[in-house]
């Protein structure tokens, strides 16, 4: 069965360095999303990504952070001058269609965990 | 604001009951629910969807109930398995948008 991966499962950073997170989103998929996770909270809505752009992003993406397919098959969430407030699961997500005949259903992977020091 | 929340954070079965999960949203523009299913150490993994046009929709095992009324979403889910402990998130979909945003999380813990 298809599925979302991403690396790196966990990673470890010292305040202020940047960061890159990379997904590979199911192949036929067309939607990218990236959503975090801070420990035991809710599951936030960072960015929407389609058509090599951004299509939503939330207040919580700022600046700081930046997304990228850089080739065919990955995405990646850049995250610059990360800070102690940024550790957390990052989820990457995609779908084949935004609603249109299906259900809608997101795809997500298996999280990369951000410890920043 | 307005937002999507639960009712509680931590249900407790006993294996083969029933268990109800319950949801609150205050958004009146939501118009698609979705409940997902997040095991430990993993992502979320979607279990059943409801349009805002419908009040019920069975999957297997699974049962949403969406009570437009009073803003209330419920998933059942019938004779739980140990399998199913799980952290439990609805999430809504506001018209217009194809974002889900999640609510806080129910976590299921079912004792065999």
């Known amino acids: 069965e298809p599925e979302v991966t991403q690396t790196p499962s966990h990673q470890v950073t010292q305040m202020g360095q940047e960061v890159i997170l990379r997904c590979v989103p199911i192949s036929n998929h067309l939607y990218f999303y990236w959503y975090r996770q801070i420990l035991g909270q809710k599951v936030e809505f960072l960015v929407s990504f389609y058509n090599n752009e951004i299509s939503e992003k939330s207040e919580i993406f700022d600046d700081q952070f930046s997304v990228e397919r850089p080739d065919g098959s990955n995405f990646t969430l850049k995250i610059r001058s990360t800070k102690l407030e940024d550790s957390a699961m990052y989820f990457c997500?995609?779908?084949?269609?935004?609603?249109?005949?299906?259900?809608?259903?997101?795809?997500f992977g298996e999280g990369s965990r951000l410890t920043v020091l | 604001g307005e937002s999507v929340g639960l009712h509680l954070p931590t249900l407790s079965v006993q294996e083969g009951d029933n268990s109800i999960i319950n949801c609150a949203y205050s958004n009146s523009a939501s118009d698609y629910f979705i409940w997902y299913k997040q095991e430990s150490g993993k992502g979320p993994q979607f279990i059943i969807d409801i349009r805002s046009n419908m009040d019920k929709r069975q999957g297997q095992r699974v049962t949403v109930l969406l009570n437009k009324t009073v803003k209330h979403l419920s998933l059942q889910i019938a004779a739980t398995q140990p399998g199913d402990s799980a952290v439990y998130f609805c999430a809504e979909n506001q018209r217009g948008s194809y974002i889900p945003t999640f609510g806080r999380g129910t976590s299921l813990i079912v004792h065999p």
């Open positions: 997500a995609s779908t084949l269609t935004q609603r249109t005949t299906n259900t809608g259903e997101l795809f």
